[in-house]
């Protein structure tokens, strides 16, 4: 053989793999509308079809040609555009999310060991993005993904009795270096290596008093209409607090502001929102800030929405499977997301909130 | 209470990963916390809480990797935080280490080495024109391995670098030596005073062989794919690449090997061999010169090496079917002894495909029903030979000279055939080729002699070898395994292919070891 690789097979082979990886029901079939930018040449490198990317990655495709490798994973890469938006190019089996550009890679893609490194230029030419020299993704038949929206009407009884099956796939599954430590009801087995259980119990103290601010915050406002209160600036302690590429804090607000928009609290979401993103920019490093950018406007990893589908449902076979799907996200940010989203979840249920049958005015 | 921290600056990094290599750190001897956070303020605080904060810590920004280690001893913390650093950092290193060594654009590698005058290219063929033609205008020679590359396109690059006066070698060029630098494939020769253009890989390798065993070297091995002397292609580079040589102080003859041009090539090529003041030899393989020029005109690869020699040396020299007939002789006696052949089929298997086309020559003038690289079909008392280099051998596995199963099962497969009764094979050394490709034959060989014999037959094997005592495998050793394991290896591919003639037709014996070639 001659030549180092069929790239088209490769290809082929990864597409199949991608659309079973998936599993994303709620997708647009519109396609990603770059092609009146302009059409490129690809070089000499493969291409890969984008299957699936989100409406903030879309945006800042569209508005941005240059960008730069920020980080370099085993199954993505993190660009980031000069004016600081950030994208991640990846593997379908990451899941679907408002960062995530999910290209037909190979599964084996390891971008460190193709040379992709930090820094290295990203270029935008037409519906084609040019990881350095040695990726190009074509953008053209991308379906842009959404999330899934939960119910409108629940009952605070189902709402609740699910809660108690979260918490307890969280105290029997959740590892203990994050967050879950800082929940009486949700602490986990003894603290492992991995982390250090002086640590732990540190990391647990620091974020409590943040962690009981929110969560007071949250039950005051759901049962003051319209909400006169700010969070507190406890709130903001969590932001980049503790292990993981996207601290534990910034994780657990995440999951708080996604849970918010979901649910249709979107006063209470402004707030947070207002209050976490103005400190976070200064206070944790550009790919979280950009997550929580994205949670702000109600958007996170497809596997979180989906729990919280789950979450509302009469019955809830698929939490779970959810749950699961959560768990795969990092070390332990996709449990410490899970907390941010139970905290909402309780105090809706605390105040005996239902959903759509009960608005907050305007600030 | 010893504490030490390194910040990684920039330094993004897996969860899981941080959280196991932390976790490993704090197993080590000594060691009673170990952090591995990213540098964000509310971090900063915690480890500050927790005792773990140093100067170095304090340093880092959100972005950066904080490594911190508390243990009994200074030498346990600072063993630990380097055993942290190496895992997380061994990676990106790699990466970046081989980055340097990699650079990932020609212009990078020109920039990293501005002093280069050569190009070598291996990408899949529809993207080799872009890299060639990027290389040609930046005035650099290239040497294209790909293959698969479309004939207009080998058009426009050979016309672009004859235009810049500059080689382009390729497509599909497996074998070039320049200035005693062999590059592809290829087996290690002394430098020396004659030059080759080849349209043939192991064409060349093959005589670059020979002349190493006959004491002679190589000026330059210039390589320029197989199509160069097509209509279309026009012959180009073996123009350019004979003016080359023929302007080459350090050559003193030019051998020129290929398959037989097309008709309107063969008029300016035979031209430009009319101009080269110097000996030169010419083996296209299977053509016949076009008149009274000043080359001589060779129908075989090592006759080219010998003739050459020859003329290097001041020495005549004229053709024979065997270097040594009366080693033949005695050699296909010890056969017949044995007796007679229950089966009288050639099948030779081959990694070279111009030594297959070379054997295919020899063989269709000396028997009935020889079949070429056809593996059905002309059942009954007939010779197949088949170059497994070929692509439908190929496709998704390497090389035979790289991976040999492909020959191993034929060979298998020949033991259980009532219609093969010599197998005979080329073995190819060198730079890029099995480490010790005649271990597995000789394995395969004698398993299907088993086979056959077990069906009341015999099955003889003859093979030639292109290396030299200078190649990786060691010449001496391959030769010696192919001989305790009962091959007949005779000193070229033309000879192996008329001793397995004669073993299958002994009646040739008198013409054969009698008559010049």
Same mark, same amino acid.
């Given at each position: 053989?001659?030549?180092?690789?069929?790239?088209?097979?490769?290809?082929?082979?990864?597409?199949?793999?991608?659309?079973?990886?998936?599993?994303?029901?709620?997708?647009?079939?519109?396609?990603?509308?770059?092609?009146?930018?302009?059409?490129?040449?690809?070089?000499?490198?493969?291409?890969?079809?984008?299957?699936?990317?989100?409406?903030?990655?879309?945006?800042?495709?569209?508005?941005?040609?240059?960008?730069?490798?920020?980080?370099?994973?085993?199954?993505?890469?993190?660009?980031?555009?000069?004016?600081?938006?950030?994208?991640?190019?990846?593997?379908?089996?990451?899941?679907?999310?408002?960062?995530?550009?999910?290209?037909?890679?190979?599964?084996?893609?390891?971008?460190?060991?193709?040379?992709?490194?930090?820094?290295?230029?990203?270029?935008?030419?037409?519906?084609?993005?040019?990881?350095?020299?040695?990726?190009?993704?074509?953008?053209?038949?991308?379906?842009?993904?959404?999330?899934?929206?939960?119910?409108?009407?629940?009952?605070?009884?189902?709402?609740?009795?699910?809660?108690?099956?979260?918490?307890?796939?969280?105290?029997?599954?959740?590892?203990?270096?994050?967050?879950?430590?800082?929940?009486?009801?949700?602490?986990?087995?003894?603290?492992?290596?991995?982390?250090?259980?002086?640590?732990?119990?540190?990391?647990?103290? @620091? /974020? %409590?008093? $943040?962690?009981? =601010? *929110?969560?007071?915050? &949250?039950?005051?406002?759901? !049962?003051?209409?319209?909400?006169?209160?700010?969070?507190?600036?406890?709130?903001?302690?969590?932001?980049?607090?503790?292990?993981?590429?996207?601290?534990?804090?910034?994780?657990?607000?995440?999951?708080?502001?996604?849970?918010?928009?979901?649910?249709?609290?979107?006063?209470?979401?402004?707030?947070?929102?207002?209050?976490?993103?103005?400190?976070?920019?200064?206070?944790?490093?550009?790919?979280?800030?950009?997550?929580?950018?994205?949670? @702000? /406007? %109600?958007? $996170?990893?497809? =596997? *979180?929405?989906?729990? &919280?589908?789950?979450?509302? !449902?009469?019955?809830?076979?698929?939490?779970?499977?959810?749950?699961?799907?959560?768990?795969?996200?990092?070390?332990?940010?996709?449990?410490?997301?899970?907390?941010?989203?139970?905290?909402?979840?309780?105090?809706?249920?605390?105040?005996?909130?239902?959903?759509?049958?009960?608005?907050?005015?305007?600030? | 209470?010893?504490?030490?921290?390194?910040?990684?600056?920039?330094?993004?990094?897996?969860?899981?990963?941080?959280?196991?290599?932390?976790?490993?750190?704090?197993?080590?001897?000594?060691?009673?916390?170990?952090?591995?956070?990213?540098?964000?303020?509310?971090?900063?605080?915690?480890?500050?809480?927790?005792?773990?904060?140093?100067?170095?810590?304090?340093?880092?920004?959100?972005?950066?990797?904080?490594?911190?280690?508390?243990?009994?001893?200074?030498?346990?913390?600072?063993?630990?935080?380097?055993?942290?650093?190496?895992?997380?950092?061994?990676?990106?290193?790699?990466?970046?280490?081989?980055?340097?060594?990699?650079?990932?654009?020609?212009?990078?590698?020109?920039?990293?080495?501005?002093?280069?005058?050569?190009?070598?290219?291996?990408?899949?063929?529809?993207?080799?024109?872009?890299?060639?033609?990027?290389?040609?205008?930046?005035?650099?020679?290239?040497?294209?391995?790909?293959?698969?590359?479309?004939?207009?396109?080998?058009?426009?690059?050979?016309?672009?670098?004859?235009?810049?006066?500059?080689?382009?070698?390729?497509?599909?060029?497996?074998?070039?030596?320049?200035?005693?630098?062999?590059?592809?494939?290829?087996?290690?020769?002394?430098?020396?005073?004659?030059?080759?253009?080849?349209?043939?890989?192991?064409?060349?390798?093959?005589?670059?062989?020979?002349?190493?065993?006959?004491?002679?070297?190589?000026?330059?091995?210039?390589?320029?794919?197989?199509?160069?002397?097509?209509?279309?292609?026009?012959?180009?580079?073996?123009?350019?690449?004979?003016?080359?040589?023929?302007?080459?102080?350090?050559?003193?003859?030019?051998?020129?090997?290929?398959?037989?041009?097309?008709?309107?090539?063969?008029?300016?090529?035979?031209?430009?061999?009319?101009?080269?003041?110097?000996?030169?030899?010419?083996?296209?393989?299977?053509?016949?010169?076009?008149?009274?020029?000043?080359?001589?005109?060779?129908?075989?690869?090592?006759?080219?090496?010998?003739?050459?020699?020859?003329?290097?040396?001041?020495?005549?020299?004229?053709?024979?079917?065997?270097?040594?007939?009366?080693?033949?002789?005695?050699?296909?006696?010890?056969?017949?002894?044995?007796?007679?052949?229950?089966?009288?089929?050639?099948?030779?298997?081959?990694?070279?495909?111009?030594?297959?086309?070379?054997?295919?020559?020899?063989?269709?003038?000396?028997?009935?029903?020889?079949?070429?690289?056809?593996?059905?079909?002309?059942?009954?008392?007939?010779?197949?030979?088949?170059?497994?280099?070929?692509?439908?051998?190929?496709?998704?596995?390497?090389?035979?000279?790289?991976?040999?199963?492909?020959?191993?099962?034929?060979?298998?497969?020949?033991?259980?055939?009532?219609?093969?009764?010599?197998?005979?094979?080329?073995?190819?050394?060198?730079?890029?080729?099995?480490?010790?490709?005649?271990?597995?034959?000789?394995?395969?060989?004698?398993?299907?002699?088993?086979?056959?014999?077990?069906?009341?037959?015999?099955?003889?094997?003859?093979?030639?070898?292109?290396?030299?005592?200078?190649?990786?495998?060691?010449?001496?050793?391959?030769?010696?395994?192919?001989?305790?394991?009962?091959?007949?290896?005779?000193?070229?591919?033309?000879?192996?292919?008329?001793?397995?003639?004669?073993?299958?037709?002994?009646?040739?014996?008198?013409?054969?070891?009698?008559?010049?070639?």
């Amino acid at each position: 053989m001659r030549s180092w690789g069929p790239g088209r097979n490769v290809c082929r082979v990864a597409r199949r793999e991608g659309v079973t990886a998936l599993g994303v029901a709620c997708v647009e079939p519109a396609s990603i509308g770059l092609a009146d930018v302009g059409s490129e040449p690809t070089g000499d490198k493969p291409s890969f079809p984008v299957l699936l990317l989100g409406c903030p990655a879309r945006r800042a495709l569209v508005s941005e040609s240059s960008w730069k490798i920020l980080a370099v994973f085993r199954r993505s890469v993190y660009c980031m555009s000069r004016r600081g938006a950030v994208v991640c190019v990846g593997h379908p089996s990451l899941g679907a999310g408002p960062l995530n550009v999910l290209a037909a890679l190979p599964r084996d893609l390891d971008g460190r060991n193709r040379g992709l490194l930090p820094g290295a230029p990203v270029r935008r030419n037409g519906t084609m993005l040019h990881v350095d020299v040695r990726l190009a993704v074509s953008l053209a038949k991308g379906r842009l993904w959404r999330p899934t929206p939960p119910p409108s009407h629940w009952d605070p009884a189902v709402l609740a009795g699910n809660l108690d099956a979260l918490a307890s796939e969280i105290r029997r599954h959740a590892p203990p270096a994050g967050l879950t430590q800082a929940f009486p009801n949700l602490r986990t087995r003894t603290p492992s290596a991995g982390f250090g259980s002086e640590l732990t119990g540190r990391l647990a103290h @620091a /974020a %409590g008093p $943040g962690i009981e =601010a *929110l969560r007071t915050w &949250l039950e005051s406002v759901t !049962s003051a209409e319209p909400i006169h209160e700010a969070p507190p600036a406890a709130v903001a302690s969590l932001i980049g607090l503790g292990p993981g590429l996207t601290p534990s804090g910034d994780d657990v607000l995440g999951g708080a502001l996604i849970a918010l928009r979901a649910l249709g609290w979107r006063d209470a979401a402004d707030a947070l929102a207002r209050r976490t993103l103005a400190r976070a920019r200064s206070r944790t490093h550009a790919i979280s800030y950009a997550h929580l950018v994205c949670a @702000a /406007a %109600g958007e $996170g990893a497809a =596997a *979180l929405h989906d729990t &919280l589908v789950a979450l509302c !449902s009469p019955a809830a076979p698929r939490l779970g499977d959810c749950v699961e799907a959560v768990a795969a996200i990092g070390h332990s940010s996709g449990w410490d997301a899970l907390v941010g989203l139970a905290l909402v979840a309780s105090a809706a249920i605390a105040t005996g909130w239902a959903g759509a049958s009960c608005r907050v005015t305007p600030q | 209470m010893p504490t030490k921290s390194e910040v990684l600056p920039s330094f993004y990094q897996d969860s899981v990963v941080l959280m196991q290599i932390a976790g490993q750190i704090r197993t080590r001897p000594g060691v009673r916390q170990a952090a591995v956070f990213m540098g964000t303020p509310a971090n900063h605080a915690l480890l500050g809480d927790a005792g773990l904060a140093t100067q170095e810590s304090l340093k880092a920004r959100p972005e950066d990797l904080i490594l911190t280690v508390d243990a009994e001893t200074d030498a346990e913390a600072a063993s630990a935080l380097a055993a942290a650093r190496e895992l997380l950092v061994a990676r990106r290193q790699a990466v970046e280490r081989s980055g340097a060594l990699r650079p990932r654009t020609l212009d990078s590698a020109l920039r990293m080495l501005p002093g280069a005058n050569l190009v070598a290219i291996s990408v899949p063929g529809p993207y080799a024109k872009a890299e060639a033609m990027r290389a040609l205008k930046r005035g650099r020679h290239v040497f294209l391995f790909s293959d698969n590359v479309p004939v207009q396109d080998e058009v426009d690059l050979k016309q672009e670098a004859w235009k810049r006066r500059l080689l382009c070698m390729g497509p599909d060029c497996g074998t070039a030596y320049l200035n005693g630098t062999g590059i592809g494939f290829y087996n290690v020769v002394p430098k020396g005073r004659i030059g080759c253009v080849a349209a043939s890989g192991t064409g060349l390798q093959a005589v670059a062989s020979r002349l190493a065993a006959l004491g002679e070297g190589l000026s330059h091995g210039i390589g320029v794919g197989g199509r160069d002397l097509s209509a279309e292609v026009g012959g180009t580079m073996t123009l350019l690449a004979l003016e080359a040589l023929a302007l080459d102080p350090a050559t003193d003859a030019v051998v020129l090997i290929s398959k037989p041009p097309h008709h309107d090539v063969m008029l300016r090529l035979d031209a430009a061999l009319q101009r080269i003041p110097k000996p030169t030899v010419v083996c296209c393989l299977g053509a016949t010169s076009p008149g009274q020029g000043r080359a001589r005109w060779v129908g075989e690869l090592d006759a080219a090496a010998d003739a050459v020699v020859a003329a290097v040396r001041g020495q005549d020299w004229s053709p024979r079917p065997f270097s040594d007939p009366d080693d033949v002789r005695r050699r296909i006696g010890r056969l017949r002894e044995l007796g007679p052949m229950a089966a009288s089929g050639i099948l030779g298997l081959f990694t070279g495909g111009t030594l297959a086309h070379e054997a295919h020559l020899i063989l269709k003038d000396l028997l009935k029903g020889v079949i070429f690289n056809r593996r059905s079909g002309g059942e009954g008392i007939c010779h197949r030979l088949l170059d497994l280099g070929a692509d439908e051998y190929t496709v998704g596995r390497p090389h035979p000279m790289i991976d040999p199963q492909v020959r191993i099962d034929l060979i298998r497969e020949a033991g259980r055939s009532p219609h093969v009764g010599v197998l005979l094979l080329d073995l190819v050394l060198g730079r890029g080729a099995h480490p010790n490709p005649a271990a597995p034959l000789v394995a395969a060989i004698q398993q299907a002699r088993q086979t056959a014999e077990a069906g009341g037959r015999r099955l003889a094997a003859v093979a030639s070898v292109v290396g030299t005592t200078l190649d990786p495998q060691g010449l001496s050793a391959q030769r010696t395994q192919l001989r305790d394991g009962g091959v007949e290896i005779l000193p070229t591919n033309g000879e192996a292919a008329r001793f397995a003639a004669l073993i299958v037709k002994p009646d040739l014996g008198l013409s054969l070891l009698e008559a010049r070639r």
